[in-house]
T-cell receptor, first 115, second 111 residues
């Protein structure tokens, strides 16, 4: 296993189009997180899964955003009717649950540009 | 929710200098990690350190959980150390435990 994988690495889309990103976590990890990062800021939490259950969603995640993790493995993040303000780096992370939370690892990110 | 503050926000040093980056958090945490974000945006794991001290080459970190802070030390800095360093914490053991990031320290190492 080479770590957390995100696809695509870059996406340029026109305003109003829908986009979907994919995240493949480290295989034995049951927790998966999505974050958004804009220039000069730290990553902001979007949503979090444990196995296939979406346990928490940020208020940043408007109705145009939806995330799924149908079989508790890979996850998708879809943005509908994209706006220029959606331009950002979208980061995915995974970790495993034990008696304590364990170390999280991040993918390389998907950089979205809405024109 | 828990607040994570990093200082300084920016740091400019000459190659070979030592530096200390600080992370303060407003409540007790169960996990704390330090990351280095490379120029391509990927977050590279440096330390997983909810408490105690760890060292990895020129880098070391100390977390004093009872006093709610962590320090990242970089010795004999190199230009490749440049980038943004983030501290991130996890608040609780519960199943809903998101990772909260500080705003980062931007480190620039001049040759």
């Amino acid at each position: 296993d080479t770590g957390v994988s995100q696809n695509p690495r870059h996406k340029i889309t026109k305003r109003g189009q829908n986009v979907t990103f994919r995240c493949d976590p480290i295989s034995e990890h049951n927790r998966l997180y999505w974050y958004r990062q804009t220039l000069g800021q730290g990553p902001e939490f979007l949503t979090y899964f444990q196995n296939e259950a979406q346990l928490e969603k940020s208020r940043l995640l408007s109705d145009r955003f939806s995330a799924e993790r149908p079989k508790g493995s890979f996850s998708t993040l879809e943005i509908q009717r994209t706006e220029q303000g959606d331009s950002a780096m979208y980061l995915c992370a995974s970790s495993s649950q034990g008696q304590m939370n364990t170390e999280a690892f991040f993918g390389q990110g998907t950089r979205l540009t809405v024109v | 929710g828990i607040q994570v503050e990093q200082s300084p926000p920016d740091l400019i040093l000459q190659e070979g200098a030592n530096s200390t980056l600080r992370c303060n958090f407003s409540d007790s945490v169960n996990n704390l990690q330090w990351f280095h974000q490379n120029p391509w945006g990927q977050l590279i794991n440096l330390f997983y350190i909810p408490s105690g001290t760890k060292q990895n080459g020129r880098l070391s970190a100390t977390t004093v959980a009872t006093e709610r802070y962590s320090l990242l030390y970089i010795s004999s800095s190199q230009t490749t150390d440049s980038g943004v360093y983030f501290c991130a914490v996890v608040r609780g053991y519960s199943s809903a435990s998101k990772i909260i990031f500080g705003s980062g320290t931007r480190l620039s190492i001049r040759p």
